[in-house]
């Protein structure tokens, strides 16, 4: 018979095995199937991103020398309409008496615009009831009047009357000089 040792312990090495190389093997198949994974998904989350020509409308520049006193311009930006108005003394007056009024969406003209630049007041141009546009120069407040169920806003943009729950919205602009604007 064999020699037996009685209480010994079997030599792991004896089947010529070696667990730290059954170890790697492991991890190297686990590394490459996370790796395959990855290269076969990557494709799939990138063409969600937006397409260059989506990129390059995420931010537009307007001159704002071509906007007379009292006069409003809209321009497309993002597939809606950017409201770009050129205030008077008199609309800005009318908009800073009003800052203390009781309004739905609580904000004061400075907060509305850039500091130094009260003249200028740049919104989005869809109501915040449904999204329709609203027109210039309408309603009791010499703002904007939506036509489609009657909010009117007044020459701060800011929610008087009617059923939008919220003021237009004040995009994030920057002025890059005195006569042009960056939208976006």
């Known amino acids: 018979m064999a020699d037996t040792v009685v209480g010994a312990t079997p030599d792991p090495h004896a089947s ?4 730290s190389r059954r170890d790697f093997i492991h991890i190297a198949a ?11 998904v990557w494709p799939l989350i990138d063409q969600m991103n937006p397409a260059g020509d989506t990129l ?8 704002l020398g071509k906007v ?13 309409p950017l409201f770009v108005r050129h205030r008077t003394p008199a609309q800005i007056a009318a908009a800073i008496k009003d800052d203390h009024a009781d309004l739905r969406d609580p ?11 009260a003249e200028w007041l740049i919104l989005v141009g869809t ?4 999204g329709c546009v609203p027109t210039v120069g309408g309603g009791d407040y010499g703002g904007w009047f939506c036509p489609c169920h009657g909010s009117v806003y007044d020459t701060s943009g800011r929610i008087r009357k009617g059923p939008a729950p919220k003021n237009l919205e004040v995009p994030t ?3 890059l000089s005195d006569s042009k604007i960056k939208v976006g």
């Open 173 to 175: 602009y920057a002025f």
């Open 30 to 40: 686990g590394a490459a199937a996370i790796g395959a994974v990855g290269g076969l």
């Open 127 to 130: 109501c915040t009831h449904l």
């Open 16 to 19: 010529g095995e070696d667990p």
């Open 107 to 117: 904000q004061t003209d400075e907060e509305r615009h850039k500091a130094g630049k």
């Open 68 to 80: 007379e006193p009292g006069q409003q311009v809209v321009v497309k930006w993002r597939g809606k």
């Open 56 to 63: 390059a409308l995420a931010s537009i520049e307007f001159d």
